[in-house]
């Protein structure tokens, strides 16, 4: 059967460490990989996409990695911010979605930083 | 500089009665689409149009109607609804896949 897995449990770091947080998908074709970070009582919000053909992606304390052997993704916040705490979502887009750029969304893993 | 506007922001049915969701976009974007989001189940797609005049089925539609009314705005339909439906709604648009969506900020459904 076909699913994305994220880490169900939440994540609880010390500030100024690095998160990782993980993405693994199983009988996907995926085009593309995104991630995006949602705050409590909002929607989802755009941080990172990264293309089948990439093995990594950076934006200023962001990294994501992605490898179509494993079929994972790494998502790494370094220096980690009380302000970075959040649930954070990985979402496939499929060969042949053509146009339509549906994406696949897994269920989110929450990051807590503390202080 | 408003994005995606989704209304209302809350909402209580009871079963059996009907409501349309509103979403409206102001950034040109061609493509829209619904979600549903469940705790532990992630965000599942409902319907979605690609393009001005055209929608499609999502993975989860049963229940749902949609309508693309002009380019900016896309509404949802439960004609009748049903506790299952009880959710966190959401709006989306995008113009192309690199760019990745704008979401609305949701509609909490509850259906009693």
């Known amino acids: 059967s076909q699913k994305i897995e994220q880490n169900s449990e939440a994540l609880n770091i010390q500030e100024g460490k690095t998160a990782t947080l993980t993405c693994n998908y199983t009988n996907y074709s995926p085009a593309y990989l995104q991630w995006y970070r949602q705050d409590p009582g909002r929607g989802p919000v755009f941080l990172l996409l990264i293309r089948e053909n990439e093995k990594e992606k950076r934006k200023e304390r962001l990294k994501v990695t992605f490898d179509t052997t494993l079929k994972q993704s790494l998502f790494h916040i370094t220096a980690s911010q009380p302000a970075d705490s959040a649930t954070y979502l990985c979402?496939?887009?499929?060969?042949?979605?053509?146009?339509?750029?549906?994406?696949?969304f897994g269920q989110g893993t929450t990051l807590q930083v503390k202080p | 500089n408003a994005g995606v506007t989704q209304t209302p922001k809350f909402q209580v049915l009871k079963t059996g009665q009907s409501m349309t969701l509103q979403c409206a976009q102001d950034m040109n974007h061609n493509s829209m689409y619904w979600y549903r989001q469940d705790p532990g189940m992630g965000l599942r797609l409902i319907y979605y149009s690609a393009s001005e005049g055209t929608t499609d089925k999502g993975e989860v539609p049963n229940g749902y109607n949609v309508s693309r009314l002009n380019k900016r705005e896309f509404s949802l339909r439960l004609e009748s609804a049903a506790p299952s439906q009880t959710s966190v709604y959401f709006c989306a648009s995008s113009d192309k896949t690199i760019y990745g969506y704008t979401f609305g900020s949701g509609t909490r459904l509850t259906v009693v």
């Open positions: 979402a496939l887009v499929l060969h042949g979605s053509g146009n339509t750029g549906k994406l696949i």
